[in-house]
């Protein structure tokens, strides 16, 4: 029957009201033209750990040779230490990124997009028609935090974002281009400082037509959301 043994997809976990909620955004934006996504700032976080084993990884081997070198992934407590980025990014220009220093907490956010967030959009967008976009992060979602968006709905807008939607942010994948560097660098940072900075340095050199493309494949992510009626997609 051609069927083999494959590992499962890893997929958002979807409620039906989650796959509700998706399916109404998809519809809401599904006419939206290319020139209405340039509009939008997406923004995301994402933890990066100085040793990463990817646990997809699968060797052959004989039995009682499970010590072998070759047949070992050395790992170190709690990854060797991380660092957690926030950046975010549009059509026109790549944003600030962000060192998050602690757990990313209302105060905390609140600071970000005070500091580097408002910042980036008046420049990118002069004249207030931007649109911010946020998933829903409890932190992103705390009243400190949306009084601060009601108090400059003159300078852009804030995206309405359904719930465990990852497949919907291209974002996502602007971390897994960092992630892919920084695992084709040898050799592997020694300490978190270095590791910082090989981090900013990755970003601050993204490729335009790079995250063009991604702004510019949101007509066919909507689509796909449409497609299975607000089910996973292949994003």
Same mark, same amino acid.
């Given at each position: 029957?051609?069927?083999?043994?494959? !590992?499962? %997809?890893?997929?958002?976990?979807?409620?039906?009201?989650?796959?509700?909620?998706?399916?109404?955004?998809?519809?809401?934006?599904?006419?939206?033209? %290319? /020139?209405?996504?340039?509009?939008? *700032?997406?923004?995301?976080?994402?933890?990066?750990?100085?040793?990463?084993?990817?646990?997809?990884?699968?060797?052959?081997?004989?039995?009682?040779?499970?010590?072998?070198?070759?047949?070992? *992934?050395?790992? %170190?407590?709690?990854?060797? @230490?991380?660092?957690?980025?926030? @950046? %975010?990014?549009?059509? &026109?220009?790549?944003?600030?990124?962000?060192?998050?220093?602690?757990?990313?907490?209302?105060? /905390? +956010?609140?600071? #970000?997009?005070?500091?580097?967030?408002?910042?980036?959009? &008046?420049?990118?967008?002069?004249?207030?028609?931007?649109?911010?976009?946020?998933?829903?992060?409890?932190?992103?979602? *705390?009243?400190?935090?949306?009084? $601060?968006?009601?108090?400059?709905?003159?300078?852009?807008?804030?995206?309405?974002?359904?719930? /465990?939607?990852?497949?919907?942010?291209?974002?996502?994948?602007?971390?897994?281009? #960092?992630? !892919?560097?920084?695992?084709?660098?040898?050799?592997?940072?020694?300490?978190?400082?270095?590791?910082?900075?090989?981090?900013?340095?990755? $970003? +601050?050199?993204?490729?335009?037509?790079?995250?063009?493309?991604?702004?510019?494949?949101?007509?066919?992510?909507? *689509?796909?959301?449409?497609?299975?009626? @607000?089910?996973?997609?292949? +994003?």
């Amino acid at each position: 029957m051609r069927l083999c043994s494959r !590992r499962p %997809t890893r997929v958002p976990l979807l409620t039906k009201r989650h796959r509700q909620l998706r399916l109404q955004w998809a519809r809401e934006h599904r006419d939206w033209p %290319t /020139n209405e996504w340039k509009r939008v *700032a997406w923004s995301h976080e994402s933890r990066f750990l100085i040793h990463h084993v990817d646990g997809r990884v699968r060797i052959r081997r004989l039995p009682g040779k499970q010590l072998l070198p070759s047949c070992a *992934a050395g790992h %170190t407590q709690a990854g060797g @230490g991380g660092i957690m980025l926030w @950046g %975010t990014f549009s059509w &026109a220009a790549l944003g600030s990124v962000v060192v998050v220093e602690q757990t990313m907490k209302a105060a /905390n +956010y609140l600071n #970000i997009i005070a500091d580097q967030l408002h910042p980036y959009l &008046a420049f990118v967008f002069p004249t207030g028609n931007g649109i911010f976009q946020q998933d829903n992060a409890p932190c992103q979602k *705390a009243r400190i935090v949306l009084e $601060w968006f009601k108090e400059h709905t003159d300078k852009f807008q804030l995206m309405s974002w359904p719930p /465990n939607s990852p497949d919907l942010n291209p974002m996502e994948h602007i971390w897994d281009v #960092i992630e !892919r560097y920084l695992r084709a660098q040898t050799p592997p940072c020694s300490n978190i400082s270095t590791f910082r900075d090989r981090c900013l340095v990755i $970003w +601050y050199n993204l490729s335009p037509v790079m995250y063009q493309k991604l702004v510019a494949s949101m007509p066919r992510r909507d *689509a796909a959301v449409l497609k299975p009626k @607000g089910g996973a997609t292949r +994003y």
